[in-house]
């Protein structure tokens, strides 16, 4: 298989990441997310998708993104379905025998370059796995005194302690707008600064458990407050806070939102710094 993959790589003058997995229907009608024809950038994605350990088994989704080989005439020369983080089927149907990637996160990082989407959120396993993030029980924060502590183990804002310690986890993501709206009168009065108050957001977000409490409960509060902060203010934060929990408050809030690939790019280096190329 490998001498397969040179043989079809040193064709390939053009590079596509199209929308879609094995069952995306027809490669050249697909919607292109990203098209590549230096020489440099092709060689950057051969390496990320070619090198590693092939497992000799596939997986049992679809996949998607695609990444397709194009020769001079524009024909497709062979493809491949990205599947979870940082695995590549190539031509599943014909050898069944997925490639672990040596670098997942330089894979995930460069195809967020080229403008490809969602490609950071498929950290968000890798993150809770490096920051113990994984819930246990309870799945939700309780109220009273027995979640005090939990709000002082998750950063939260200390000017928010009153009023959420009435409240469980799970009655976070339920709040009306009238209580959000409080919450963030609150936040303004002790913080006017809006790219600290988003420094605090996304380390309180990045420090709540996987999946029900960072998804659905107290997640909840922390996104919507978030929303009434700008763009350029949540990307200083994300660069200004190079930490595990500052990072997977941005993977987090990228689950939920469009971004234009100015929030991926701030927080780029830190998943950089957080998961290293191989040595």
């Keep these: 298989m490998i001498e397969w993959l040179d043989g079809v790589w040193a064709r390939a003058l053009t590079v596509r990441i199209v929308e879609g997995g094995d069952d995306g229907g ?37 996949g998607g993104p695609s990444i397709v080989l194009l020769d001079e005439a524009g024909d497709v020369l062979a493809s491949a379905a990205l599947h979870s983080h940082g695995s590549v089927s190539w031509e599943r149907s014909r050898f069944r025998n997925d ?38 029980s309870p799945q939700f924060r309780p109220a009273g005194v027995a979640g005090q502590r939990y709000l002082t183990e998750r950063a939260v804002p200390d000017v928010l302690h009153p009023a959420l310690v ?3 986890g799970r009655q976070c993501g339920e709040l009306s707008e009238g209580q959000v709206a409080e919450f963030g009168r609150l936040l303004v009065a002790a913080e006017p600064a809006p790219d600290a108050r988003a420094t605090a957001l996304l380390s309180w977000l ?28 949540i990307a200083t934060a994300a660069v200004q806070t190079r930490t595990g929990h500052g990072a997977m408050g941005v993977v987090n809030l990228l689950m939920h939102v469009d971004d234009d690939g100015t929030l991926a790019a701030a927080v780029a280096p830190t998943l950089r710094a957080l998961f290293p190329p191989p040595t």
């Design 166 to 168: 009435a409240l469980t």
């Design 206 to 233: 990045g420090r709540l458990p996987i999946p029900a409490e960072a998804l659905w409960g107290e997640g909840v509060l922390v996104r919507r407050l978030l929303a009434d902060l700008a763009g350029p203010d």
């Design 26 to 62: 027809p490669l050249l009608d697909r919607s292109v997310l990203a098209e590549l024809r230096g020489a440099a950038s092709i060689e950057a994605v051969r390496a990320l998708t070619t090198t590693g350990r092939f497992t000799r088994d596939v997986c049992r989704c679809h």
């Design 99 to 136: 490639l672990l990637t040596v670098d997942p996160t330089g894979l995930q990082l460069f195809l967020a370059e080229q403008g490809v989407p969602g490609q950071l959120t498929s950290f968000l396993a890798p993150l809770a796995e490096l920051l113990n993030l994984y819930e246990g």
